[in-house]
């Protein structure tokens, strides 16, 4: 199992980004999907999450219409746009998979149920 992201990096306060993930094969067509975060000193905070068709998706408030999370299964990879980034939302971005049923509920994110975990990849914005 291997989750590798990119697409990180320094942007100032307004602009885009596009971060991926690279899966694994078959994950992103089994696993609930889903964007991380975390700033040094604070816990990981889920972002958004994507079901395993696509069709459901999840977002925290901060980001929503800003950030779109998607899927392509076919390629196993997730993807996260971001627009309109602003400084606060500067930290490491992990990609990390959960049980197909996560993305059917309206829940919170909740750490301990995401069981595989990329190594982050890195967002400035100033």
């Known amino acids: 199992v291997q989750l590798v992201e990119s697409g990180g990096g320094s942007v100032r306060t307004g602009g885009s980004l596009r971060l991926s993930c690279a899966a694994s094969p078959y994950m992103t067509a089994v696993f609930c999907m889903g964007w991380w975060r975390q700033v040094p000193g604070k816990g990981r905070e889920g972002v958004a999450r994507?079901?395993?068709?696509?069709?459901?998706?999840y977002y925290i408030d901060s980001v929503k219409g800003r950030f779109t999370v998607s899927r392509d299964n076919a390629e196993n990879n997730i993807y996260l746009q971001m627009k309109d980034l602003r400084p606060e939302d500067t930290a490491m971005y992990y990609c990390?998979?959960?049980?197909?049923?996560?993305?059917?509920?309206?829940?919170?994110?909740?750490?301990?149920?995401?069981?595989?975990w990329g190594q982050g990849t890195q967002v400035t914005v100033s």
């Open positions: 990390a998979a959960a049980p197909a049923y996560i993305c059917k509920s309206d829940l919170d994110f909740r750490e301990h149920e995401w069981y595989y």
């Open positions: 994507i079901a395993m068709d696509g069709e459901r998706t």
